[in-house]
C-alpha cells in the first residue's frame, strides 16, 4: 500500500504535510554525497554546523512555507520560532533536519524528526497530534504517527513510499544504548546501568539517535543519553530529539523518561531545552524511575 492511500481518515492537511515531509526527505538524501563539508558557523548549542544540516535546515523550511500548511516551525538548527504569515492551516512543527549528522562521511545511517502540533509547539510533548522520521539507511524509510498506530514505510525503486510494517509495537529486548561518559555518569544512572548489564543486556549505539531509536522499536530495549557530570541537563533536545521519537514510542507501547518521569509531561523553557532521555521499553523505563525514586 502507498503512504498516500494508508493516510486516508486523517485530516487533509496532515494527509499533505506527511507526503510532503517524505517528498523533502527525498531532496535531502540526494544531497548528501555533495554537501558533506563543515560550514563556518555554530548552532544555539555550540556545535559546528555541517554544510548539510544548514541546507537540509533551509530545504524543509521552505519547502515546509511553500505548502502553506505550516503556521509555526522550529527547528534545531534555529534560535527562534519561526511564524509564516498567511498558512492555511495552524499546524506547528519541530525538526532536526539531520540528526546523527557527523555520521554521514562514514556512511552511518542518519534521519529527518519532526515533531507536529495543533498551535505552539512550546508545550509539553504530549499535546503532540504526531511525530514522524525519514530515516535514510541501507534503505530510506518513513515511520509516522498520527495517534491511530505507529506505521513504517519503505522508499521502493520507483521512488514511491511503499508499507512495510503496520501498527508497530516495541517487543521485549536485550539491547541499550547508552551514550555520554561512563565515568561521569549519576550515582542513579550508574545503577541502573549495572542492571542492565547484569540481565544481559548488550550495547548497540551509532551516534545516531534517531537510527538507534528506530533499532529499539523493533528489536526492544533502551536508548539514554543521560545527564552527567557537569552537564546534568545531557546533550540531546526535547523539542526535536526526545518528544517526537519519545512520542512514536510511547505510541507503539514504550516508554520515555528524564530519569523521574515521562519525557512528554515536561513544559519546555525555550526552544533550545536539553533533557537527559531514556527511550524504550516499559521495563527499562520504570527501572530508572524507580531507581532514581529510591535514591
Ligand atoms: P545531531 O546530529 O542532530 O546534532 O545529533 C547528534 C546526537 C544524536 O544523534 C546522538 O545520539 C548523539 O548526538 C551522539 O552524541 P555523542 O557524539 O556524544 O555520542
Ligand atoms: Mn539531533
Ligand atoms: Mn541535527
Not at 540481565?199 to 529499539?216: L, M, P, W
Not at 528524564?258 to 532521555?277: E, N, T
Request: charged share 20%.
Amino acid at each position: 500500500m502507498k503512504l498516500e492511500e494508508h493516510l486516508a481518515g486523517h485530516d487533509q492537511d496532515l494527509r499533505e504535510l506527511v507526503l510532503k515531509i517524505g517528498e523533502i526527505g527525498k531532496v535531502i538524501h540526494k544531497g548528501f554525497a555533495s554537501r558533506q563539508s563543515v560550514s563556518d558557523t555554530q548552532n544555539v548549542y555550540g556545535e559546528t554546523q555541517m554544510a548539510l544540516d544548514k541546507w537540509a535546515d533551509q530545504v524543509l523550511i521552505d519547502g515546509l512555507r511553500e505548502s502553506g500548511l505550516v503556521k509555526y516551525l522550529a527547528s534545531e538548527e534555529q534560535p527562534d520560532v519561526l511564524e509564516f504569515e498567511g498558512s492555511k492551516s495552524d499546524i506547528g512543527i519541530t525538526q532536526d533536519p539531520l540528526d546523527g549528522s557527523s555520521l554521514i562521511g562514514v556512511n552511518l545511517a542518519v534521519g529527518t524528526i519532526i515533531g507536529i502540533f495543533r498551535g505552539s509547539v512550546l508545550v509539553p510533548g504530549q499535546e503532540m497530534i504526531g511525530a514522524m522520521y525519514v530515516l535514510y539507511g541501507p534503505l530510506t524509510t518513513l515511520t509516522y504517527c498520527l495517534k491511530k498506530g505507529v506505521h513504517e514505510f519503505v522508499l521502493d525503486p520507483n521512488g514511491e513510499f511503499v508499507l512495510q510494517s503496520e501498527d508497530i509495537r516495541i517487543p521485549d529486548g536485550k539491547i541499550f544504548a547508552p551514550g555520554a561518559i561512563r565515568k561521569k555518569y549519576l550515582d542513579g544512572h550508574l545503577k541502573w546501568i549495572e542492571a542492565l548489564e547484569a540481565d544481559g543486556y548488550k550495547i548497540r549505539f551509532s551516534g545516531s539517535f534517531v537510527a538507534d531509536v528506530h533499532q529499539i522499536l523493533h528489536k526492544g530495549g533502551v536508548f539514554t543519553y543521560p545527564g552527567i557530570v557537569g552537564s546534568e541537563q545531557g546533550k540531546l533536545r526535547l523539542l526535536f530529539e526526545g518528544n517526537p521519537m519519545g512520542f512514536i514510542v510511547e505510541q507503539a507501547g514504550g516508554a520515555t523518561s528524564d530519569g523521574y518521569r515521562s519525557l512528554l509531561s515536561i513544559q519546555p523553557d525555550g526552544v533550545a531545552h536539553r533533557v537527559p532521555i531514556y527511550v524504550g521499553g516499559k521495563k527499562e523505563i520504570n527501572l530508572i524511575n524507580n531507581i532514581n525514586g529510591g535514591i
